[in-house]
């Protein structure tokens, strides 16, 4: 009985969250079936002594973030396209409408590639999904609510001796020792957008390429960079001079703008605005096509 009503609890909690529902099996089972606020307490410690350790990084699926691929990169001191060829496959969230880069495992074993008999290789550049274990964090949607509300919750796997050891935390101090609030910052137009398309649903109109954007976007800022400034995109979208200079060099800052301009473009902010010279110009091109159809068909 016991039994039934925590996986009763348990299916409350995935069925919030669209992206939980999608998660295989032997993820949703060792979801702890409580929501978490930043203020309630947990009990985990991880360390080098463990006898599970490195055991939870193999076989799993870790979605990489803007600034997560940013932070590997420079450690790593690749292109994004090294990055992603040599690291990286694609995954696709919101019914594909959100192309998204996962990390690659090693395809034999399974195991992580940057992990090591002594741990992590990349610890102090660990993907935030790393360093939220064993939290992860979901989204609900309440019915007419304007915007969805984010909780996390507990990951309980077999193998995790890390649950066993006395050590208590409230989340946010976890989170905060994990060193993942600056990534949560970074990251956040990111996680913003993705909640805004996926609240959207299928209503929106995706005309313009927005997911290949999108795509371009949240890994590769250096072919972004060349669509602003080797394309007529300059012709028709209002950059301050400044923004323009920190947008040749900033990487960081390129993500934030591009992220802006795709919820421009597909909600109808207003954080990027097209030239009104750009629109009156669409306009009398608008009008010349028509007149010239009008001529054939006379
Ligand atoms: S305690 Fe958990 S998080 Fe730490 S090494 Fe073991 S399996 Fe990984
Ligand atoms: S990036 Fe590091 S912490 Fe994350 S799975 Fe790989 S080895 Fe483990």
């Not at 990169?73 to 690749?78: A, D, E, S, T």
């Not at 309980?156 to 989340?171: N, P």
């Not at 920190?246 to 030239?275: C, H, N, P």
């Amino acid at each position: 009985m016991a039994g039934e009503r925590e996986q009763e609890e348990r299916d409350r909690v995935i069925n919030w969250d669209p992206e939980l529902r999608n998660m295989p099996r032997e993820v949703r089972n060792v979801i702890a079936p409580t929501p978490l606020k930043g203020t309630d307490a947990m009990q985990f410690r991880c360390h080098p002594g463990i006898s599970c350790f490195n055991e939870c990084c193999q076989n799993i699926e870790i979605l990489l973030t803007p600034y997560d691929l940013l932070r590997l990169r420079r450690r790593l001191n690749l292109s994004a396209e090294e990055f992603l060829l040599q690291y990286a496959t694609l995954y696709t969230m919101n019914k594909g409408q959100l192309p998204v880069a996962m990390l690659r495992m090693d395809e034999q074993s399974g195991r992580c590639p940057f992990v090591t008999d002594a741990g992590c290789s990349v610890y102090s550049d660990r993907p935030v999904t790393c360093r939220y274990y064993p939290l992860g964090m979901a989204l609900l949607h309440r019915q007419q609510a304007t915007e969805d509300e984010s909780f996390y919750f507990m990951i309980k796997e077999d193998f995790c001796q890390g649950h066993r050891e006395e050590c208590r935390w409230q989340v946010e101090e976890w989170r905060r020792d994990q060193g993942s609030d600056g990534y949560d910052e970074r990251n956040q137009k990111w996680m913003e957008f993705i909640i805004k398309r996926r609240s959207a649903g299928d209503g929106v109109s995706t005309s313009l390429p927005v997911s290949e954007f999108f795509y371009m976007a949240s890994t590769n800022p250096e072919k972004f960079r060349e669509f602003v400034f080797q394309s007529s995109f300059l012709q028709r979208y209002h950059v301050d001079e400044a923004q323009l200079q920190q947008l040749r060099t900033d990487d960081e800052a390129l993500i934030d703008f591009a992220l802006s301009w795709l919820k421009s473009v597909l909600f109808g902010d207003q954080d990027v605005r097209v030239k009104p010279d750009a629109i009156a110009a669409y306009k009398a091109n608008k009008q010349a096509k028509k007149a010239q159809e009008e001529k054939k068909s006379e």
